[in-house]
């Protein structure tokens, strides 16, 4: 049918432009737009395989890479791929990485080197997702939330945020910290340890760790998250960070 044929077009269009996004925040919460998950499905049944030439280098696939660099006000250093459909804010950069259609990258956030953002993806303003670190993304199904990184957050090299997870403003996550749905996340500040899932709260300064779990072969050691104190409040964020980091010993 053509003119749904034409909405999906239109719809993915709007994406790639920042009009619309998978996801928005209202308040303390965050809404997905499943029309938009769905759309981006239809998308992938709608379009056919081409090959394209981006200077010395080939691709062929059925979305192709963003176009208008420029014009977007972002950088983005060779090979990096931002796929069509995608959406970075003016200031945003990434160094040769990865970056899929449906996510959002807010204004000066930094993608580094060999880190990869998954469809659908919600990173905020002033992120730093460091070297080798892997944003998962949540594109079926379609009611499900994307992994959401909100403003001013570092995520430490080789972490692995996946499954739906939400990081709250300017939380650090340490080098090999992996967040799932699934993961215990151990608050260790408070007289007694605190196991939450699937959230950091804001300014929460987290690295990997592990805790005991009785098996029927025995008791052994599963890997966990550990929050091991809060990053100040502070109007230069940079500053914050980097107390942190010295105050904890967070390697990054």
Same mark, same amino acid.
């Given at each position: 049918?053509?003119?749904?044929? !034409?909405?999906?077009?239109?719809?993915?269009?709007?994406? !790639?432009?920042?009009?619309?996004?998978?996801? %928005?925040?209202?308040?303390?919460?965050? #809404?997905?737009?499943?029309?938009?998950?769905?759309? @981006? &499905?239809?998308?992938?049944? &709608?379009?056919?395989?081409?090959?394209? !030439?981006?200077?010395? +280098?080939?691709? $062929?696939?059925?979305?192709?890479?963003?176009?208008? &660099?420029? *014009?977007?006000? /972002?950088?983005?250093?060779?090979?990096?791929?931002?796929?069509?459909?995608?959406?970075?804010?003016?200031?945003?950069?990434? +160094?040769? *990485?990865?970056? =899929? @259609?449906?996510?959002?990258?807010?204004?000066?956030?930094?993608? !580094?080197?060999?880190?990869?953002?998954?469809?659908?993806?919600? /990173?905020?303003?002033?992120?730093?997702?460091?070297?080798?670190?892997?944003?998962?993304?949540?594109? %079926?199904?379609?009611?499900?939330?994307?992994?959401? /990184?909100?403003?001013?957050?570092?995520?430490?090299?080789? *972490?692995?945020?996946?499954?739906?997870?939400?990081?709250?403003?300017?939380?650090?996550?340490?080098?090999?910290? #992996?967040?799932?749905?699934?993961?215990?996340?151990?608050?260790? #500040?408070?007289?007694?340890?605190?196991?939450?899932?699937?959230?950091?709260?804001?300014? *929460?300064?987290?690295?990997?760790?592990? +805790?005991?779990?009785?098996?029927?072969?025995?008791?052994? =050691?599963?890997?966990?998250?550990?929050?091991?104190?809060? $990053?100040?409040?502070?109007?230069?964020?940079? #500053?914050? &960070?980097?107390?942190?980091?010295?105050?904890?010993?967070?390697?990054?």
């Amino acid at each position: 049918m053509p003119q749904a044929k !034409d909405a999906v077009f239109a719809t993915i269009e709007a994406l !790639d432009k920042g009009k619309i996004r998978v996801a %928005e925040k209202d308040g303390d919460k965050w #809404t997905v737009n499943t029309w938009v998950k769905e759309a @981006i &499905l239809l998308y992938f049944s &709608l379009t056919k395989m081409e090959t394209w !030439d981006v200077g010395f +280098m080939q691709y $062929r696939d059925l979305i192709p890479v963003k176009r208008d &660099l420029e *014009s977007a006000g /972002i950088r983005v250093v060779p090979p990096a791929i931002a796929r069509y459909g995608s959406f970075l804010e003016p200031g945003a950069i990434m +160094m040769p *990485s990865y970056v =899929n @259609i449906g996510a959002y990258i807010g204004a000066s956030s930094m993608i !580094d080197i060999y880190a990869a953002v998954g469809s659908c993806a919600q /990173i905020g303003c002033n992120v730093h997702i460091a070297a080798g670190a892997v944003i998962g993304g949540v594109l %079926e199904p379609a009611v499900a939330s994307p992994v959401i /990184i909100e403003d001013g957050c570092f995520i430490g090299s080789h *972490s692995l945020v996946l499954e739906g997870a939400h990081i709250g403003e300017e939380a650090v996550l340490g080098a090999n910290v #992996t967040i799932t749905a699934s993961t215990r996340i151990v608050d260790v #500040t408070k007289p007694e340890p605190v196991i939450t899932r699937g959230y950091v709260p804001p300014r *929460s300064v987290v690295i990997s760790g592990t +805790m005991p779990k009785r098996f029927e072969a025995g008791t052994f =050691n599963i890997p966990c998250s550990l929050i091991i104190g809060k $990053r100040k409040e502070s109007t230069d964020r940079r #500053t914050s &960070l980097n107390e942190a980091l010295r105050t904890f010993g967070v390697q990054v």
